[in-house]
């Protein structure tokens, strides 16, 4: 996968010619010692001589946003600053934002974790409230020459990919099914998985004398509305990943899709109704993204996840 910041030290300079090496390494120092992932927005540098001028032109003309990103100053006068862009996620434990830290993981993109965690009820706190009107996670602000508040999984996602690279050339048919699991995860799966998972819980928090009663009810709607439909979906995503390594067809590594799909198939997993002995590609699936690097190093910053162990 394509990432603008895993090549920055490389990529975002030309090679040096003979009278440019000094300026060249000198601006290298300067990045390393500053590491790319705690800069700040408007961390000031230290004034630099005019040999810059023109590594700074060439970096300014390149065509990717993110490689433009980093400001070269340009003569011993200059004062500019060095605004790397840093994306906030706000993140809810347990919750869809683990993929998207998954996602930026892959992409080797500098960011921050804000971490939430679930009221006794397992509700969102009400602080997420200052976040956004919905106070709803996961939300990501992206500080760059202005301010981007965003919120709802697939749109992030979407964003993210369009923004800061990790896009895949794909067949026709890959396309297509990039554009239809990356819209189906949220708007049929997850639905099915939420109540699939909630309608215990609602049991749970009737009074215990009440408690059978609800029972009956909740699993009367539950062998109505979710039973019949549970299967269905479960077998249509294991036919197509015992055809395909990722949701897109042709894909060489996970895409849109991927990152819009595993909470639910994760859920799914955790609540048995998905096995490697009932659902052998899924199982397959979803153990593969588990033991990727980027993975794993998400789970480290995200904290406790309860759909997935640190390897």
Known sequence: M???YAKLKTALLPR????????????????????????????RVRKTSQEDSELYK?????????????????????????PLRMIVVYHLNNGRSQRIIWLLEELGVPYEVKRYERMPDYTAPPSLLNIHP????????DRGERVVVLAESSAIITYLIQNYGGKQT?????????LYYTHYAESTLMPLVVVWQRLSRFANRAPWYLQPLFRYFLGAYREMYVDPELPRNTEMIEQHLGKNSWFARGSDGPTAADYAMIIGLEGLSAGKAVTPSTHPAIATYIKKIHARPAYQSGLRKGGAYAYAKQI
């Open 2 to 4: 394509y990432s603008p």
């Open 16 to 43: 040096p010619k003979t009278d440019e090496s000094k300026s060249l390494h000198h601006i290298q120092a300067q990045i390393r010692a500053y590491r790319l992932e705690s800069i700040n927005h408007g961390d």
């Open 58 to 82: 060439r970096c300014q003309q390149r065509s990717n946003p993110i490689e433009r990103y980093i400001h070269i100053p340009v003569d011993e006068f200059d004062t500019h600053v060095i």
């Open 134 to 141: 919905l106070g709803k996670s996961p939300v990501i602000e």
């Open 170 to 178: 794909l067949s026709a048919e890959g396309a297509l099914d990039d």
